[in-house]
């Protein structure tokens, strides 16, 4: 039953979610926490991880829910259902590319995907930036706080000045055991 489960709530994810891994934080949150599969902070862990680690973000945050959650069979059934709606509805879409590519309802469709996604991004970007920071507020650890500004300051230094996402990520890891081995 869980199987079904962890299928059925990745497939509604897959299928109800357009814009990509990001835009699909909001949803993967609520229902992950909502069904008791993670708290907030593991999902935030996992979250993470997902970004640092190849291949899409979606797919990755559902592989490790459903790992956590069922093993590997449960790794399998989360995979199975975020990806599927996205596999059909690709399918569909190359069969009519021609026929969609003139239409004024889906020029006009995708317009306004355009700005929910962007909300759904805002939105994840809110939510998980609470939860980050908010922990930190909530004990008053100013060097945390204090960490955590300075290295969204260099991440943002490191995109300006067109560094490698991979070196960004990797170097976020190396700062972030320093931070907390030595200084927090």
Known sequence: MMYLSLFLTFLKIGAFTFGGGYAMIPLIQQ????????????????????????????VNVSTFVGMQTGGIL???????????????????????FEKFQRSKIVNGAMIGLK??????????????????????????????????????????????????????????AVVGIIVKRFII
């Open 74 to 96: 449960g790794a399998l059934c989360a995979t199975l259902g975020v990806v599927l709606p996205s596999f059909v509805i690709i399918l569909i879409v190359a069969k009519v």
């Open 115 to 172: 700005g929910s996604v962007v909300g759904l991004i805002g939105a994840a970007l809110i939510t998980t930036g609470i939860s980050v920071f908010g922990s930190a507020v909530k004990t008053v650890n100013v060097k945390e706080i204090v960490a955590a500004l300075v290295m969204i300051a260099g991440l943002a230094f490191g995109i300006k000045k067109k560094v490698s996402p991979i070196i960004l990520i990797l170097a976020s």
């Open 31 to 58: 229902e992950v926490i909502n069904h008791g599969w993670l708290d907030t902070e593991e999902l935030i862990d996992f979250i993470a991880i997902s970004e640092s680690t190849p291949g899409p973000l979606a």
